[in-house]
T-cell receptor, first 113, second 116 residues
Framework: AQTVTQSQPEMSVQEAETVTLSCTYDTSESDYYLFWYKQPPSRQMILVIRQEAYKQQNATENRFSVNFQKAAKSFSLKISDSQLGDAAMYFCAYVRYGQNFVFGPGTRLSVLP | DAGVIQSPRHEVTEMGQEVTLRCKPISGHNSLFWYRQTMMRGLELLIYFNNNVPIDDSGMPEDRFSAKMPNASFSTLKIQPSEPRDSAVYFC??????????????FGQGTRLTVV
């Protein structure tokens, strides 16, 4: 079964600085999708960024970018110019066509003013 | 589209009572997921429907939990009888896996269930 691991239960970053959240996953498949979700205190799950495994180019979305290392099964999220509104739980997720989403345990990010 | 709609947003019930959570997925989505979130266990998949058919219900805790999807626009998660350990936030999410592959999962606002 696929598993997703986030080894950092908590992280903190100074406002305007850069932080990287780690995610590794285990799969024997070659075609799948990876996501980062943000859950602020409002508890709404918000998609941050999406990566298709067949694409070599790392996805970017404004201040958010990923470092996708397919061979290493690693999918880290980089947040640049951190803002107070970035404080939240961040979940890494894996899905393959026709299957359910598998989520990691989450990383709680604090942004320090 | 209004997104995934869950009701109620909050539910407080007494132990032993029946609880029904409702979900309306995004129109056109053919996959629906029920998750439970707690501090101790994180985000757990309870059940996954594809084209209204339950595909994976291995996460359903026990016989007290049941889920249905009578049509593409509605699903329910029922707990009978409820117990204090069922207290959690329950999320419904939907996605589309038509075409080459999947889209992201779109989540509802969640239902915070408290069983006293």
């Amino acid at each position: 079964a696929q598993t997703v691991t986030q080894s950092q239960p908590e992280m903190s970053v100074q406002e305007a600085e850069t932080v990287t959240l780690s995610c590794t996953y285990d799969t024997s498949e070659s075609d799948y999708y990876l996501f980062w979700y943000k859950q602020p205190p409002s508890r709404q799950m918000i998609l941050v960024i999406r990566q298709e495994a067949y694409k070599q180019q790392n996805a970017t979305e404004n201040r958010f970018s990923v470092n996708f290392q397919k061979a290493a099964k690693s999918f880290s999220l980089k947040i640049s110019d951190s803002q107070l509104g970035d404080a939240a739980m961040y979940f890494c997720a894996y899905v393959r066509y026709g299957q359910n989403f598998v989520f990691g345990p989450g990383t709680r990010l604090s942004v320090l003013p | 589209d209004a997104g995934v709609i869950q009701s109620p947003r909050h539910e407080v019930t007494e132990m032993g009572q029946e609880v029904t959570l409702r979900c309306k997925p995004i129109s056109g989505h053919n996959s629906l997921f029920w998750y439970r979130q707690t501090m101790m266990r994180g985000l757990e998949l309870l059940i996954y429907f594809n084209n209204n058919v339950p595909i994976d219900d291995s996460g359903m805790p026990e016989d007290r939990f049941s889920a249905k999807m009578p049509n593409a626009s509605f699903s329910t998660l029922k707990i009978q009888p409820s117990e204090p350990r069922d207290s959690a936030v329950y999320f419904c999410a939907s996605s589309s896996d038509r075409g080459r592959g999947g889209t992201e999962a779109f989540f509802g606002q969640g239902t915070r269930l408290t069983v006293v």
